[in-house]
T-cell receptor
Protein backbone atom coordinates (compact mmCIF):
# COMPACT_ATOMS: atom_id res chain seq x y z
CA UNK A 1 0.00 0.00 0.00
CA UNK A 2 1.60 3.23 -1.15
CA UNK A 3 -0.61 5.62 0.79
CA UNK A 4 -3.52 7.79 -0.31
CA UNK A 5 -3.81 8.14 -4.10
CA UNK A 6 -5.64 10.89 -5.92
CA UNK A 7 -6.47 11.13 -9.57
CA UNK A 8 -6.00 13.22 -11.63
CA UNK A 9 -3.12 15.31 -10.28
CA UNK A 10 -4.15 18.30 -12.37
CA UNK A 11 -7.40 19.24 -14.07
CA UNK A 12 -8.10 22.28 -16.23
CA UNK A 13 -11.71 22.82 -17.14
CA UNK A 14 -13.89 25.50 -18.64
CA UNK A 15 -16.37 27.33 -16.45
CA UNK A 16 -19.69 25.53 -16.41
CA UNK A 17 -18.29 22.05 -17.00
CA UNK A 18 -18.58 19.19 -14.53
CA UNK A 19 -15.50 17.54 -13.05
CA UNK A 20 -14.98 14.41 -10.96
CA UNK A 21 -11.99 13.52 -8.80
CA UNK A 22 -11.13 10.16 -7.32
CA UNK A 23 -9.45 9.23 -4.05
CA UNK A 24 -8.16 5.80 -3.04
CA UNK A 25 -7.46 5.76 0.71
CA UNK A 26 -5.11 3.48 2.60
CA UNK A 27 -6.84 0.12 2.40
CA UNK A 28 -7.27 -0.51 6.12
CA UNK A 29 -8.54 3.02 6.84
CA UNK A 30 -12.31 3.25 7.21
CA UNK A 31 -12.44 7.06 7.49
CA UNK A 32 -12.05 9.33 4.50
CA UNK A 33 -11.99 13.11 4.33
CA UNK A 34 -12.05 15.74 1.60
CA UNK A 35 -10.44 19.14 2.07
CA UNK A 36 -10.01 22.14 -0.19
CA UNK A 37 -6.92 24.33 -0.18
CA UNK A 38 -6.82 27.68 -1.96
CA UNK A 39 -3.61 29.54 -2.67
CA UNK A 40 -1.92 30.85 0.45
CA UNK A 41 -4.37 29.17 2.81
CA UNK A 42 -4.49 26.07 4.91
CA UNK A 43 -6.78 23.19 4.00
CA UNK A 44 -10.47 23.62 4.80
CA UNK A 45 -12.72 20.68 5.63
CA UNK A 46 -15.38 19.71 3.11
CA UNK A 47 -16.77 16.33 4.09
CA UNK A 48 -16.12 13.09 5.98
CA UNK A 49 -17.06 9.44 5.41
CA UNK A 50 -16.98 6.55 7.79
CA UNK A 51 -17.08 3.49 5.58
CA UNK A 52 -19.74 4.27 2.97
CA UNK A 53 -21.70 6.70 5.14
CA UNK A 54 -21.21 10.43 4.64
CA UNK A 55 -21.42 11.64 8.22
CA UNK A 56 -20.47 15.27 8.01
CA UNK A 57 -20.54 18.06 5.44
CA UNK A 58 -19.26 21.60 5.91
CA UNK A 59 -21.13 24.64 4.72
CA UNK A 60 -18.40 25.04 2.08
CA UNK A 61 -19.90 22.04 0.30
CA UNK A 62 -22.49 23.83 -1.82
CA UNK A 63 -25.22 21.97 -3.68
CA UNK A 64 -22.96 21.89 -6.76
CA UNK A 65 -20.63 19.54 -4.88
CA UNK A 66 -21.36 15.90 -4.25
CA UNK A 67 -19.17 13.22 -2.74
CA UNK A 68 -19.69 9.49 -2.66
CA UNK A 69 -17.99 6.44 -1.27
CA UNK A 70 -20.22 3.67 -2.56
CA UNK A 71 -18.42 0.59 -1.27
CA UNK A 72 -16.57 2.12 1.59
CA UNK A 73 -13.29 2.05 -0.32
CA UNK A 74 -12.53 4.73 -2.95
CA UNK A 75 -14.37 8.04 -3.01
CA UNK A 76 -15.33 10.51 -5.73
CA UNK A 77 -15.90 14.24 -5.46
CA UNK A 78 -17.94 15.80 -8.26
CA UNK A 79 -18.31 19.50 -8.89
CA UNK A 80 -21.13 20.49 -11.25
CA UNK A 81 -21.25 23.72 -13.23
CA UNK A 82 -17.76 24.73 -12.15
CA UNK A 83 -17.03 28.35 -11.32
CA UNK A 84 -13.70 30.18 -11.25
CA UNK A 85 -13.94 30.29 -7.46
CA UNK A 86 -13.73 26.49 -7.42
CA UNK A 87 -10.09 26.68 -8.54
CA UNK A 88 -8.13 25.10 -5.69
CA UNK A 89 -6.23 22.03 -4.60
CA UNK A 90 -8.63 19.27 -3.49
CA UNK A 91 -7.03 17.04 -0.90
CA UNK A 92 -8.19 13.66 0.26
CA UNK A 93 -7.09 12.08 3.54
CA UNK A 94 -7.80 8.86 5.37
CA UNK A 95 -7.47 7.60 8.92
CA UNK A 96 -8.23 4.57 11.02
CA UNK A 97 -10.88 4.05 13.65
CA UNK A 98 -9.46 6.57 16.05
CA UNK A 99 -10.25 9.35 13.65
CA UNK A 100 -7.89 12.30 13.64
CA UNK A 101 -6.20 11.28 16.91
CA UNK A 102 -2.97 10.26 15.30
CA UNK A 103 -3.33 12.54 12.33
CA UNK A 104 -4.53 11.87 8.85
CA UNK A 105 -2.59 10.60 5.88
CA UNK A 106 -3.10 13.00 2.99
CA UNK A 107 -2.88 12.33 -0.71
CA UNK A 108 -0.95 14.58 -3.08
CA UNK A 109 -4.12 16.36 -4.12
CA UNK A 110 -5.88 17.26 -7.35
CA UNK A 111 -5.23 20.79 -8.52
CA UNK A 112 -8.28 22.20 -10.30
CA UNK A 113 -8.06 25.24 -12.54
CA UNK A 114 -11.30 26.67 -13.89
CA UNK A 115 -10.81 28.96 -16.88
CA UNK B 1 -15.35 29.19 15.48
CA UNK B 2 -11.88 27.78 15.52
CA UNK B 3 -9.08 30.10 14.51
CA UNK B 4 -5.50 28.93 14.11
CA UNK B 5 -2.92 31.63 13.47
CA UNK B 6 0.65 31.44 12.26
CA UNK B 7 3.16 33.93 10.98
CA UNK B 8 3.50 33.70 7.22
CA UNK B 9 7.25 33.61 6.65
CA UNK B 10 10.45 32.52 8.37
CA UNK B 11 14.00 32.52 6.99
CA UNK B 12 16.91 30.80 8.67
CA UNK B 13 20.46 29.90 7.76
CA UNK B 14 21.36 26.28 7.17
CA UNK B 15 22.50 24.68 10.42
CA UNK B 16 20.59 27.11 12.64
CA UNK B 17 17.44 26.20 14.58
CA UNK B 18 14.01 27.20 13.28
CA UNK B 19 11.09 27.97 15.54
CA UNK B 20 7.63 28.13 14.03
CA UNK B 21 4.85 29.43 16.25
CA UNK B 22 1.10 28.90 16.27
CA UNK B 23 -1.81 30.05 18.39
CA UNK B 24 -5.16 28.33 18.49
CA UNK B 25 -8.49 29.12 20.06
CA UNK B 26 -10.28 25.92 21.01
CA UNK B 27 -9.23 24.91 24.50
CA UNK B 28 -10.99 21.57 24.07
CA UNK B 29 -8.52 20.51 21.40
CA UNK B 30 -7.28 17.10 22.34
CA UNK B 31 -4.51 16.80 19.78
CA UNK B 32 -2.44 19.38 17.97
CA UNK B 33 -0.47 18.65 14.85
CA UNK B 34 2.31 19.89 12.63
CA UNK B 35 2.18 19.13 8.93
CA UNK B 36 4.74 19.89 6.21
CA UNK B 37 3.83 20.70 2.62
CA UNK B 38 6.39 20.82 -0.15
CA UNK B 39 5.60 22.59 -3.45
CA UNK B 40 2.84 20.89 -5.40
CA UNK B 41 2.49 18.12 -2.86
CA UNK B 42 0.01 17.03 -0.23
CA UNK B 43 0.53 17.38 3.49
CA UNK B 44 2.92 15.18 5.42
CA UNK B 45 2.26 14.63 9.12
CA UNK B 46 5.44 15.54 11.00
CA UNK B 47 4.36 15.13 14.58
CA UNK B 48 1.47 15.60 16.97
CA UNK B 49 1.11 16.29 20.66
CA UNK B 50 -1.59 15.29 23.08
CA UNK B 51 -3.03 18.17 25.06
CA UNK B 52 -1.88 16.83 28.43
CA UNK B 53 1.74 17.04 27.34
CA UNK B 54 4.01 20.10 27.50
CA UNK B 55 6.72 18.87 25.20
CA UNK B 56 7.42 16.17 22.68
CA UNK B 57 10.74 15.48 21.01
CA UNK B 58 11.25 13.44 17.89
CA UNK B 59 14.78 13.49 16.45
CA UNK B 60 15.37 17.05 15.18
CA UNK B 61 11.82 18.14 16.00
CA UNK B 62 10.68 19.52 19.35
CA UNK B 63 7.07 20.52 19.97
CA UNK B 64 6.22 22.78 22.89
CA UNK B 65 2.65 23.29 24.06
CA UNK B 66 1.51 26.07 26.37
CA UNK B 67 -2.10 25.20 27.00
CA UNK B 68 -2.77 28.22 29.16
CA UNK B 69 -1.78 30.60 26.35
CA UNK B 70 -3.02 28.23 23.61
CA UNK B 71 0.40 28.44 22.01
CA UNK B 72 2.15 25.70 20.08
CA UNK B 73 5.64 25.80 18.63
CA UNK B 74 7.76 23.58 16.42
CA UNK B 75 11.53 23.75 16.74
CA UNK B 76 13.65 22.21 14.01
CA UNK B 77 17.25 21.71 15.07
CA UNK B 78 20.11 21.91 12.56
CA UNK B 79 17.80 23.13 9.79
CA UNK B 80 18.67 21.80 6.34
CA UNK B 81 17.77 23.06 2.86
CA UNK B 82 15.42 20.09 2.54
CA UNK B 83 13.38 21.54 5.40
CA UNK B 84 12.29 24.43 3.15
CA UNK B 85 8.52 24.04 2.89
CA UNK B 86 5.25 25.34 4.30
CA UNK B 87 4.49 24.20 7.83
CA UNK B 88 0.89 23.99 9.02
CA UNK B 89 -0.32 23.85 12.57
CA UNK B 90 -3.69 22.13 13.07
CA UNK B 91 -6.02 21.48 15.96
CA UNK B 92 -8.60 18.77 16.50
CA UNK B 93 -11.34 20.01 18.84
CA UNK B 94 -12.84 17.45 21.14
CA UNK B 95 -15.54 15.48 19.35
CA UNK B 96 -14.69 16.86 15.93
CA UNK B 97 -13.87 14.63 13.02
CA UNK B 98 -12.00 17.26 11.10
CA UNK B 99 -8.87 19.31 11.61
CA UNK B 100 -8.65 23.09 11.61
CA UNK B 101 -5.52 24.37 9.94
CA UNK B 102 -3.60 27.60 10.17
CA UNK B 103 -2.58 29.51 7.05
CA UNK B 104 0.88 27.98 7.14
CA UNK B 105 4.40 29.34 7.69
CA UNK B 106 6.72 29.31 4.70
CA UNK B 107 10.19 28.32 5.92
CA UNK B 108 13.09 29.28 3.69
CA UNK B 109 16.49 27.83 4.53
CA UNK B 110 19.40 29.88 3.23
CA UNK B 111 22.49 27.82 2.34
Amino acid sequence: DTGVSQDPRHKITKRGQNVTFRCDPISEHNRLYWYRQTLGQGPEFLTYFQNEAQLEKSRLLSDRFSAERPKGSFSTLEIQRTEQGDSAMYLCASSGDRGPSYGYTFGSGTRLTVV
Amino acid sequence: GEDVEQSLFLSVREGDSSVINCTYTDSSSTYLYWYKQEPGAGLQLLTYIFSNMDMKQDQRLTVLLNKKDKHLSLRIADTQTGDSAIYFCAESPSGANNLFFGTGTRLTVIP
